[in-house]
Nanobody, 117 residues
């Protein structure tokens, strides 16, 4: 699976951004998809994940502000980010794992999100 993110950029605190991830190479519907992020000096953390059936889970820090979605027919996944905070600034990564494993084996190159206060 090849993953390519897009949609990062600079936004003011309180604003919104939408990240997209395009997948190719394998049957998209057979994978759990997720967004991770990594800020400078911090560990990479799971932001949100979604199964092929649409079940979702979110980090406590983003629940209620971010929405993850996917379109299996188009092999795409999105992350709608609202009410952004300076602490949301990070490099955001799209990731995928087979439903039979817990490890995310496939990663995009990352897209930078910067939130100004």
């Amino acid at each position: 699976v090849q993953l390519v993110e897009s949609g990062g950029g600079l936004v003011q605190a309180g604003g919104s951004l939408r990240l997209s991830c395009a997948a190719s190479g394998r049957t998209f519907s057979g994978y759990v998809m997720a967004w991770f992020r990594q800020a400078p000096g911090k560990q990479r953390e799971l932001v949100a994940a979604i199964t092929s059936g649409g079940s979702t889970n979110y980090a406590d820090s983003v629940r209620g502000r971010f929405t993850i979605s996917r379109d299996n027919a188009k092999n795409t996944m999105s992350l709608q980010m609202n009410s952004l905070k300076p602490e949301d600034a990070a490099v955001y990564y799209c990731a995928a794992r087979r439903i039979t494993t817990l490890r995310y084996d496939y990663w995009g190159q990352g897209t930078q999100v910067t939130v100004s206060s």
